[in-house]
T-cell receptor, first 112, second 116 residues
Framework: DQQVKQNSPSLSVQEGRISILNCDYTNSMFDYFLWYKKYPAEGPTFLIS?????DKNEDGRFTVFLNKSAKHLSLHIVPSQPGDSAVYFC???????????FGKGTKLSVIP | NAGVMQNPRHLVRRRGQEARLRCSPMKGHSHVYWYRQLPEEGLKFMVYLQKENIIDESGMPKERFSAEFPKEGPSILRIQQVVRGDSAAYFCASSPRTQGGDTEAFFGQGTRLTVV
């Protein structure tokens, strides 16, 4: 039973355009959400997070949007750069919990 | 300030052998988490340890797997009598406090275990 779902295994975007990566969750106890970026043969690197008390968090080119009623979040990267090409994992955790529940990841390819 | 160090990076074991995976947390971090990533899957939580204590091992298979984080030295994830299904990437993460909210865990580069 997948509690965090990333339904697009891959995404290709032209350099300079917007990349939108989507994530859905089913567990209503999740209240903190994170995005990790992972290059091949490396560990996940924290990118950006959002608490359930917010609906938007921005950090430079990266913005995460949270729609609690739809149990949906998205990561926007603007403008996309070739160095953004990586696998992006959505993760979630609940109040008082330290366990991260990860999605399967979306492989982003930014084409120069 | 070195990050989370895992070794070896790659480990090949024959079926039935033992695998030992090591994780040295970041300096100042006393909380360690192990995750496993099977091919084409996301990372799955295995175990959470603090120095000399296993806090939560709910994600660990009941048999053959064990973890420790001694007072001195790295955390060890031990897999006895490995089988092909154990082939995966094993990631360790560490944090200065219990991860959650604004306390982020930092991941190591992982150990890729291949069972032949």
């Amino acid at each position: 039973d997948q509690q965090v779902k990333q339904n697009s295994p891959s995404l290709s975007v032209q350099e300079g355009r917007i990349s939108i990566l989507n994530c859905d969750y089913t567990n209503s106890m999740f209240d903190y959400f994170l995005w990790y970026k992972k290059y091949p043969a490396e560990g996940p690197t924290f990118l950006i997070s959002i608490s359930s008390i917010k609906d938007k968090n921005e950090d430079g080119r990266f913005t995460v949007f949270l729609n609690k009623s739809a149990k949906h979040l998205s990561l926007h990267i603007v403008p996309s750069q070739p160095g953004d090409s990586a696998v992006y994992f959505c993760a979630a955790t609940g109040a008082g919990s330290y366990q991260l529940t990860f999605g399967k990841g979306t492989k982003l390819s930014v084409i120069p | 300030n070195a990050g989370v160090m895992q070794n070896p990076r790659h480990l090949v074991r024959r079926r039935g052998q033992e695998a030992r995976l090591r994780c040295s947390p970041m300096k100042g971090h006393s909380h360690v988490y192990w995750y496993r990533q099977l091919p084409e899957e996301g990372l799955k939580f295995m175990v959470y340890l603090q120095k000399e204590n296993i806090i939560d091992e709910s994600g660990m298979p009941k048999e053959r797997f064990s973890a420790e984080f001694p007072k001195e030295g790295p955390s060890i994830l031990r897999i006895q009598q490995v089988v092909r299904g154990d082939s995966a990437a094993y990631f360790c993460a560490s944090s200065p406090r219990t991860q959650g909210g604004d306390t982020e865990a930092f991941f190591g580069q992982g150990t890729r275990l291949t069972v032949v």
